[in-house]
């Protein structure tokens, strides 16, 4: 299991922290996918974004600021994941602040990116008023520095145009088939999120530190599985609102909201060393609300002394008995046990949710339960069963037509519903009852 190769070229974004790489990351690709702040060290792992310019289609790398003196461990991961970037890349777009003037640590950069060979393209930031490069910059010996303004959104074209024309391939050969799902990775911080993001793909592909929050960026990885990819995305810790204090946090929460709406599936990860939480019960209610595939890894399992994993998932479902009809998974990120597991897991849900039952069937679950147990009458009648249909998307639906038309009471619509949710085939399978 590993990244597929990416047929579109790649260019990735570096420079000194600051200088506004994530806010021109964000203009190119006409959203805001990067988090940005003011802050200083905002952006830490490699986010990637997909773009097309005049029919040429880009894959853009935004990465952290380079510091050449890494202080401490976090830094030092920074500049690792900018070097794997970099090893990645086709061309290199150089972001410097054009207010400060060229500095001694723009030079410094640019010596490392020479040393690896590759066309870079100086883009000098932050020129608001005036669209002139100060003539200091061209001390770094590259052709044609481009100004531009990322807040206004001020010669981006030029630099499109030079950037494409850099990387432009005489034939860039079969295009790459789309993700066939999309798969978040949510849950409290320091939980392990990103640790199993990177057990999944077997590679360091985001940071891993002690500290919580170090991740802030929703990152998307495509996970090659065969012939087919699912694209993976690892998020930063939700927490209750009351807690979120610094902006950088608010973004980053707003971003992994956002990875929940638009995946189809979550791996909530819960903490084998600390149980189910209020925290958790929140995350797994929000996945529930709309409507997406739900598996639910316990990691740190290794950390559990003497833990019997077919234990687990009544422990779990007794905890979160909203979510009773989700997979429940021991793993460990850290020694890889059962890490295979997730990615079966997940593709399960999907293909549960895009198959569905057959009519008939769900209408033979329906009567069983109709049988077992018959609503009370309405008005006086009889309450039969016409119809039971399966109707993808998300959530799932399950539309009843009966006879005569009337509302079935809503605590045997909730009986339905758990028995139809209690069938092994619809494991992880989000449902919503309608009835016409």
Not at 280 to 287: F, G, S
Not at 326 to 346: D, N
Not at 394 to 421: A, N, S
Request: glycine share 8%; proline share 8%.
């Amino acid at each position: 299991m590993t990244s597929p190769a990416r047929a579109s070229p790649v260019i990735v974004i570096v420079g000194r922290p600051n200088v506004g790489k994530s806010t021109l990351f964000n203009r190119l690709l006409g959203t805001r996918k990067a988090v940005v702040a003011p802050t200083r060290g905002t952006t830490r792992d490699r986010v990637y974004g997909e773009t097309e310019w005049r029919g040429v289609p880009v894959t853009l790398i935004d990465t952290g600021g380079c510091e050449l003196a890494s202080a401490n461990g976090l830094t030092r991961a920074v500049q690792l994941q900018i070097g794997r970037a970099l090893e990645e890349a086709d061309a290199v777009l150089l972001v410097c602040d054009g207010r400060e003037g060229l500095v001694p640590a723009d030079e410094l950069v640019m010596e490392r990116l020479r040393a690896t060979g590759k066309p870079v393209v100086l883009a000098v930031n932050k020129l608001d008023h005036r669209l002139v490069v100060p003539p200091d910059f061209f001390a770094l010996g590259l052709a044609q520095p481009i100004p531009v303004s990322a807040m206004h959104g001020r010669g981006t074209g030029e630099l499109l145009d030079r950037l494409v024309t850099q990387v432009a391939r005489p034939s860039a050969g079969p295009a790459s088939r789309p993700p066939t799902a999309a798969v978040a990775i949510v849950g409290r911080p320091n939980v392990g999120k990103s640790s199993l993001l990177n057990a999944l793909l077997r590679e360091e592909r985001v940071i891993v530190h002690e500290a919580p929050g170090t991740t802030r960026d929703a990152v998307d990885t495509l996970l090659a599985l065969g012939e087919e990819s699912v694209r993976l995305v690892d998020t930063a810790g939700l927490k209750q609102r009351r807690k979120v204090k610094e902006p950088v946090e608010f973004f980053a929460m707003s971003r992994t909201l956002h990875a929940i709406d638009r995946c189809d599936v979550a791996l909530v990860v819960l903490d084998a060393t600390q149980g189910v939480t209020r925290e958790d019960r929140r995350i797994v209610a929000r996945v529930c609300e709309t409507g997406r595939g739900l598996v639910l890894l316990v990691n740190k399992w290794d950390l559990v002394k003497g833990g019997d994993p077919r234990r687990l998932p009544e422990a779990i479902r007794k905890a979160l008995p909203f979510a009773a009809w989700a997979p429940v998974l021991a793993v460990s990120a850290k020694t890889g046990f059962h890490v295979p597991r997730c990615v079966t897991a997940m593709r399960d849900v999907v293909r549960r949710m895009r198959q569905g039952i057959a009519e008939a069937d769900c209408l033979a679950i329906c009567q069983r339960a109709w049988a077992a147990r018959p609503p009370p009458r309405f008005r006086g009648r009889v309450v039969r069963l016409r119809q039971a249909r399966w109707v993808p998307g998300c959530p799932v639906r399950v539309e009843l037509v009966v006879h005569p038309e009337g509302r079935l009471p809503l605590p045997y619509q909730r009986y339905l519903l758990h028995t139809l949710q209690a069938q092994p085939r619809l494991a992880g399978v989000p449902l919503r009852l309608v009835v016409r």
